[in-house]
Each structure stands twice: as C-alpha cells, then as structure tokens.
C-alpha cells in the first residue's frame, strides 16, 4: 500500500488519455516529458484484482494540466479507468467536467455522463447527457448543447439530439434547433459547423446583393479546398440574374519562402442585351459575350539579389471592370501592401484606363542591377488595342554612383534595349545609353555636386509603314548641372521623462540643369521627345523629429513635420519673344508645397498643393486627416481639387457609440457635378459570441446608373458569418 505524495505514471495515462494529450500507455513510462504526481487521502494497491485506488479530494497534476475527482482506478487487467465524484480536467486549458468518467487507456475510448466540455483554442462549450470519446480528439455527444458564448444563459446555443465533434475540424449536429436563450428559431435535420483553427476546407460566407441597373440579384458562394500546407483553392459560384453565372477559382501556393504566387481566373457567358456609347467606346451586345480575365502573382527567389516576378493582368474586354466595379475579386483583394498573396495593387473599377502585364528579371550586385522587362499593356479606353505599343523586352543594365579613377570624380550610368511591338503603326528597337560624370565636394556648410551627362539613342523600324519618317537613325544630346545642398539644425532639449529631444532641420536645394536643343523632326514615334532645358530649381524642406524614451528604456524617434516648397525657374521662358499682343513671359513655375504632420500617433495630416504664382490661384489641394482611438473610432477625411477636372469630398467614419454599439458612415461627394458617388450608413452591435451590421449604399456611376444595396452581415463567433447585401 502506498499514502501520502507520490509520483504514479500510470494515473498520468489515465488522466491526459481523456483529453487525447498523450500517447502512451503505462509501460513507456520514459517518454513522459515532465513531473506527475499524485495527491489524495488515500493511495492504495490491490495486487490480486491488479488495481490502483486513490480516494478522497484527488488531485493529480501532469504537464499542460491537473485532475480533481473524489476517487480515481485504474484496472490494470482490463485497462479500464474510472474517475468518479465533480471529476473536473484541465489540460492545456481545455476543460472537462462530469460525474463518472470512464474509458479504456489503450484503445482512448470512453464516456463521460452528465458532462460538459470547454474547447480553448475555439472557445466552445459543449454539454452533453453522455459523452463518448471516440477516438484522440474526436467526441460524440447524446443530448448535446453547443455555444461559443460566456454564461449559464448563452445568448445563442445550437442543440441536438446527437453531436459529434473533431478538434480542430468540423462538428455535425443531427436534428439540430439554433436558439436564442431558450427560444428556437429553426430546426435543421443535419447541420455541420466549424471547431477548427487551423485552416479547413468548407464553405465560405456566401455574399447577398441586388441592383437594378447592373446585375440583378447578386449570390456568391465561395468554397474554400485547403489542399495541402502548400496549396489552397477558393471557388467562387457567382449567380446574376441579368447576367447568368460567373463562375471564378483562386490558387495560391507556397512552395518555399522564395517561390510562391497566387492565380485567379473566371468566366461568364454574359446574357445582358446592353447597346451604348460611353467615353468614346460603343458597344451592340444583342447576344451572349464570352467575358473573362485572369491574375497571376509569382515570384522566385533564386539566390541573393537574383529574382524573377510575373504579374499577369487580362480581361476580355474594355468594358469589363465598369460592368462589375460594384464587386469583384479585384476590388475585394486590393491591397498596396508587397506581402505575399496581397498584391493586387490596381483599382479595379471603372476608373482604370489601362492595365499592364510584367514579367521582370532582376539581378543585384553591390554596384550594378540588371533587370529584363516584357511588359503587355491593354488600353481599357480604346475598343482595339493594335495601336498600343508593347515592351517585348527591355534590358536595362544600371551602374550606381561610383568613384571613376579617384574619389574626386563619381561615374553613374544606365543603358538598355527596348523593342517596341505593335501591330499597327510605327515599331522597332531602340539602344540608348546615359553616363553621368559628377566631381561632389565640399565648400564651407555646402555640399556641391557640378555633373555632365550625355544620351546617345539608336533605333532600327522593323514596320512598313511609308511616312517620312527615317528608317533607322541616331541621337545624341548633351546635359550638365550643378547642385548645391546643406542642412542647418538645432536640437531643443525638453527634459520631459518620454519626450526628451526635439530637432528642427532645413535642408535648402537649389539646383540647375541645362539640355540644349536638338534636332527630331525625324525621329520615330516610339522614342522619347527630349525637350530643351535651361532652369533653376530650389526647395526648402523642414522637419521635427522628436527623440522618445519609453517606459522599458529603448529610445524611439518620431518624424512630427515635414513641410517641402519647391519651384523651377525657366531661362528658356524669361527670354521668349513676346509681341504686344501675345501673353507676357511666365518663367516661374507653379509653387509645389507638401506638408505632413503626425503630432501624436492617433493623429496624421498631410496636404498636397501646386499654387500658380502668374494666375494667382491654387490650381491643386488635396488634404487628408486621419484620427483614431483606443476606442476604436477612426475618422479619415480627403479633399480633392484639381482646376476644371476635379473637386471631390471622401469621409469615412467609424464611431463607437457604446462598448457594444458602432456606426459607420461614408461619403464620397463629386461637387465639380454635385452630387453623391457613394452615400453608406451602417451600425454595427457587437457582444461576446456574436455581432451584426445593418447598412444601406447609394452609390452612382459615371453612366448615372444607381445602385442602392441593404446589408445585413450577422456572425456568430465560431460558426461565420452570413451576408446579405
């Protein structure tokens, strides 16, 4: 017989088999990695039945958790343990609770009665009259009850007369009722929800929406095929009524940290009879349109500064993203981030005037990059694209500054090859090469950089064109300048205990570049026009950037300002000729100003202007303002103006008005045609297991086509969403 504290690795089976934590059973007792013992009133051995007895206030601890029972055997025969008495099971803080508990320790099979389950990584309760352990993470349950939310009184629950449920996979429920509290709001035969939280295969939440000038009735629904770590696919079943259906598929893929990609297609045989005539573009659709495009991101990393990245971006026709600018995976997965798999950095509506195809090879050295280019343009403006010329290739080789015999004197260099292809009009190659030659010194406070550079171009037409123009030709140009630079700075100790320093800095530029005229009367279309140049520029720039000291003693800085003025002095423009009838010389440019101010983290402000010193208006002004809280209110305000093209409003804000309760708002404002692009208002309520968003969208086209879409988006933590929209 043995009392008091003692090691028992055979309880340790016992006790983590319930919870599918180990392995093992009582002979390997050597690959248990940690201490388990054994507390209890009394400890006892029968050697005839081959038993272990531990009874009275049973605790056992083991690594990742503990075990509480009133008494606790193990038959050692049989394999057969039972808990008995408030039996309550911690490991790795995923709990079970019952009254008897019992199973088999080598098979992992056992049952739980009158017990209750708490899934930690997905924050499930489970009860149940019986609980079955089928397998190592695996249940069955009679009389089941599940929820995700806090409470002897769940908000809403899902119950059934038979569950089973897979850790970290997929829970089925037969003859199953959701109920809010203790009402029932509908009853389902079979029912599958999602105990994962890794990533699975299943469907997505389906997306709802309706407009009467576009599409129709709108359903999408998405099922999503986690095929390996490697790999995953999303399907996307799309229905319009006014169109038919679309049906769409994204891969990605993750072959190493240096290769990986994703690739998005669809297609639709569109049945919608549309006949107009928009920006130029006209269209007779009196039957079904064939209509696609495709996206692909991959990029492979072969070594150290040597990659290859393919951005592939198609569509079927012109009319393609004004047809679907309301929704589509473009828009939904547009993103400047350069993280992998969020590369869809156009805006997919029916503002894009073209899209680019690339393929580009890069290779680094310490002084050079090489980088090979094909590049495929559509020109969404125009219904034929013969006109528009293509890169197949361009090879650049760029040799960055470098000393050229001595320190003195600096080299920097670019040359490439280009071949311009279309199919109608003017094409051919093109070689150029550009060496700068630069003596940077110091005079006093006063960087100083005098340079000269020189272009030379050649290029062969491979078209048969007959227009005067010079077959194959040469180009040559000189340029020089000069630059002079400094910076003058001051820091302003201010002693407080996080903010410590602050430094102002004003780096003034003036800077002067020369290009004389030179012949081109003959040169082809597809090479550059290099306009004669004689102008100064200068620019002033001023910071503050405060020096922090945080509460763990690392020093933080924080750029609080940066305002930039710049503007260029024509000399080609102030000895113009003028008769008394034609306009005075204007040899001063427009004033550019750039300000950004981030006075606190919460808050940011950055404006954008060009002022016309000659007319004496501001011919640009974009302003944004950003704020956001601890609280989760946000508020981001844009203004844009631009002298008889565009003047707009965008304000987006997001305001909690209760730890529950938020309110969306967003308008975008044309006040050149004065009248709302997009007016949204929603309200978003939000508890512990479940929210819901009601909203409701105006927003109108270029074609003045309006469409007003109802949103309900209802989650419940756990089991998805469902959106209608």
């Not at 290859?308 to 079927?316: K, P, Y």
């Not at 073209?354 to 125009?382: E, F, G, I, M």
Request: proline share 3%; glycine share 8%; with cysteine.
């Amino acid at each position: 017989m043995l009392t008091g504290k003692k090691r028992w690795i055979t309880a340790l089976v016992l006790l983590t088999l319930v919870t599918g934590y180990a392995e093992l059973d009582a002979a390997q007792e050597d690959r248990f990695s940690g201490p388990v013992d054994i507390v209890a009133n009394h400890i006892s051995y029968d050697a005839d039945l081959d038993t272990y007895y531990a009874e009275g206030d049973v605790l056992i601890t083991f690594t990742g958790g503990f075990l509480k029972a009133d008494t606790v055997q193990l038959d050692r025969r049989t394999n057969m343990a039972l808990a008995e008495g408030r039996v309550y099971v911690d490991s790795d803080r995923d709990i079970l609770e019952g009254e008897r508990v019992d199973f088999d320790v080598v098979t992992k099979i056992g049952t739980v009665n009158g017990g209750k389950m708490f899934l930690a990584k997905n924050h499930f309760y489970i009860k149940g009259e019986r609980i079955e352990k089928t397998g190592e993470a695996s249940y069955r349950l009679e009389g089941a009850k599940v929820t995700s939310c806090d409470g002897e009184k769940p908000d809403w629950s899902v119950v059934g007369s038979e569950l089973e449920v897979t850790v970290d996979g997929y829970g089925v429920i037969k003859h199953g009722r959701f109920q809010i509290r203790d009402f029932p709001i509908f009853y389902t035969p079979y029912m599958v929800f999602p105990a994962k939280t890794t990533r699975q295969s299943g469907l997505l939440a389906p997306r709802f929406s309706y407009s009467k000038d576009r599409n129709g009735l709108d359903i999408e629904l998405p099922f999503y095929w986690a095929i390996n770590e490697q790999s995953d696919a999303t399907f996307y079943q799309r229905y319009m009524s006014e169109r038919g259906w679309k049906q769409g598929v994204e891969f990605r893929y993750y072959l190493s940290p240096n290769s990986f990609g994703t690739f998005y297609g669809d297609y639709i045989s569109d049945q919608k009879r549309v006949s107009e005539t928009v920006g130029g573009l006209s269209r007779d659709w009196q039957e079904n349109q064939s209509r696609w495009s495709y996206y692909l991101n991959h990029q492979t990393t072969f070594a150290s500064g040597f990659a290859i990245r393919s951005d592939l971006r198609r569509v079927s026709d012109p009319w393609y993203f004004r047809d679907f600018s309301s929704y589509n995976y473009y828009l939904d997965n547009y993103s400047l981030s350069e993280a992998p798999f969020r590369r869809v950095n156009f805006l997919a509506n029916e503002t894009l005037s073209s899209l680019d195809s690339t393929v580009r090879l890069t290779k680094d050295w310490p002084l050079y990059n090489l980088t090979a280019l094909v590049r495929y343009t559509d020109d969404l403006s125009s219904i034929k694209n013969d006109w528009t010329l293509q890169k197949y290739p361009e090879i650049t080789l760029t040799g960055f500054d470098q000393p050229l015999f001595s320190e003195l004197l600096r080299l920097n260099f670019t040359g490439y090859y280009t071949h311009w292809y279309r199919q109608e009009g003017q094409r051919g190659h093109i070689g150029e090469i550009r060496p700068v030659l630069s003596v940077p010194f110091t005079l006093g406070p006063l960087s100083v950089r005098p340079w000269a550079g020189f272009q030379g171009d050649v290029w062969e037409r491979t078209d048969s064109v007959e227009d005067g123009v010079d077959k194959r030709g040469s180009r040559s140009v000189f340029r020089s300048g000069t630059g002079l630079y400094t910076e003058i700075a001051k820091v302003y100790n201010i002693g407080g205990k996080t903010f410590e320093k602050l430094r102002h800095s004003i780096y003034p530029a003036l800077e002067y570049e020369y290009v004389p005229e030179v012949a081109q009367d003959r040169i082809p279309q597809f090479l550059s026009y290099i306009s004669a140049q004689n102008y100064i520029s200068y620019s002033f720039t001023q910071t503050l950037t405060s020096r922090m000291r945080e509460a763990d003693g690392a020093v933080s800085y924080q750029e609080l300002m940066r305002f930039k003025l710049a503007q260029v002095y024509n000399i080609i423009e102030s000895r113009r000729d003028t008769d008394t009838l034609g306009p005075s010389n204007r040899p001063f440019s427009a004033v550019y100003l750039e300000l950004d101010v981030k006075p606190f983290p919460f808050l940011t402000m950055a404006a954008r202007n060009v002022y016309d010193v000659n007319s004496g208006i501001w011919t640009q002004n974009n302003y944004d303002l950003r704020f956001t809280n601890s609280q989760g209110d946000s508020l981001t305000a844009g203004y844009r103006y631009t002298k008889n093209e565009l003047e707009e409003i965008n304000l987006w804000l997001r305001k909690s008005v209760t730890s529950s309760l938020s309110a969306l708002y967003i308008l975008k404002r044309n006040k050149l045609l004065n009248r709302n692009v997009e007016s949204t208002i929603g309200i978003n309520y939000r508890k512990q297991c479940w929210d819901i968003m009601l909203g409701v969208s105006d927003k109108v086209n270029d074609r003045e086509e309006r469409d007003r879409s109802f949103m309900v988006l209802v989650s419940l933590t756990g089991l998805g969403g469902l959106r209608l929209q």
